[in-house]
């Protein structure tokens, strides 16, 4: 084989005669990918929360590889980092949902910080007024090959964590509220 240096979404590959490969100035195994795993943590797993707190915002997932790295241009506005968004699936479904609401609309590159160990992305929850569920809502994470350098399949981070959520507080039947009204 020859020597071929060539980019797929901006990032420099470099195959050489003996068939090595190198993404970026990193040199690929054959099997490294193989082993790839992704840890799911932060504010967002290691508290309880329910929906008010993503109403609310400030609340972080962290995503942490080992056996692979992130590419380099996640957290750039682009496509590897709208698929990385979109991965973040809900259980729920239709308006008010995580997927419709949080993933869907208010997440954007500009929430998503690749650190600079380059295994370690965080991402901080923006506020969400319109999230509001009916039942509890589990979020999986699962990370697409694009935004990582040596897997070519798809990582399912673990754990998953989920939001409850808040019952309506509500007067009991049969009650009348008379606000604003002088004695």
Known sequence: ???REYFVEGVQVYESGEEEYFVEGVQLVEDQAAG???TLSGTAYT???DEDDITAG???IILTLTGDTWAATVGDDNGITDALIAGLDGTGSGAGSWDDE???NEITFEDITREVDNVTVTIDLPSTPTYDISAQETITATIPAT???NSADAVVASPAFTIDEVAAVGLPA???SLLGVGV
Do not use: E, F, H, R
């Open 1 to 3: 084989m020859a020597d």
């Open 36 to 38: 790839t795993t992704c």
């Open 47 to 49: 508290d309880t929360i």
């Open 58 to 60: 400030g609340k972080t």
């Open 102 to 104: 949080v993933a869907g």
């Open 147 to 149: 935004a990582l350098v």
């Open 174 to 176: 049969g009650s009348l």
